[in-house]
């Protein structure tokens, strides 16, 4: 069946490092791919997605480009700050006749920036 | 900003009894979602809801669960019999378009069972 696998975690950064979070999936056909985020004490808020191959997705200073040869979304950010400590989850909602949106996660990784 | 909210935010039940978790989605939303993550695990999906019928469930949406949209606002999902491994935190979610929408999560119920 359909899943994705993130890299383990916790990933411990200074402030402005650079972040990747690795994620990679398996589909049938061509899913959408998101990131969601996960501030501490909150639900599950949408990072970022991306609908097709070679699409990037981005916000916040976060990208992500669907790559469909590599079966990869990973997680960039150029300069991590403080704030954006929080688990981070990649997810994918598969494509195709009675799809009905569910998203598959991966177990997350946890992100912790140090001043 | 519309929001997905839920109740309650917290919930200890003694094994056996019922339980039900409420949600109200974002109103012009179409699609609804029930998810949980038992501490320490994945996000997992439940179960799926359109035009006030299951779309789809998960392995885990046994006989024991339930979801109903009694008024047109709330979105409740219900534990007929908790089990002790019903304890996790459940996330409903609802999107305007099940595909490429994005789904808008609620804070989640966090249900201990004893």
């Known amino acids: 069946g359909d899943s994705v696998t993130q890299m383990e975690g916790p990933v411990t950064l200074s402030e402005e490092a650079f972040l990747t979070i690795n994620c990679t999936y398996t589909a049938t056909g061509y899913p959408s791919l998101f990131w969601y985020v996960q501030y501490p004490g909150e639900g599950l808020q949408l990072l970022l997605k991306?609908?097709?191959?070679?699409d990037k997705g981005s916000n916040k200073g976060f990208e992500a480009t669907y790559r469909k040869e590599t079966t990869s979304f990973h997680l960039e950010k150029g300069s991590v700050q403080v704030s954006d400590s929080a688990v981070y989850f990649c997810a994918l909602t598969p494509r195709g006749s009675g799809n009905t949106g569910k998203l598959i996660f991966g177990q997350g990784t946890t992100l912790q920036v140090k001043p | 900003e519309p929001e997905v909210t839920q109740t309650p935010s917290h919930q200890v039940t003694q094994m056996g009894q019922e339980v039900i978790l409420r949600c109200v989605p974002i109103?012009?939303?179409?699609?609804f979602y029930w998810y949980r993550q038992i501490l320490g695990q994945k996000v997992e999906f439940l179960v799926s809801?359109?035009?006030?019928?299951?779309?789809?469930k998960s392995e885990i949406f046994d006989d024991q669960f339930s979801v109903e949209r009694p008024d047109g606002s709330n979105f409740t999902l219900k534990i007929r019999s908790t089990k002790l491994e019903d304890s996790a935190m459940y996330f409903c979610?609802?999107?305007?378009?099940?595909?490429?929408?994005?789904?808008?999560f609620g804070p989640g119920t966090r249900l201990l069972v004893l």
């Open positions: 109103s012009n939303h179409l699609y």
């Open positions: 991306a609908t097709k191959a070679d």
């Open positions: 979610a609802s999107s305007s378009d099940s595909l490429v929408g994005t789904q808008y």
């Open positions: 809801f359109y035009n006030n019928e299951i779309s789809e």
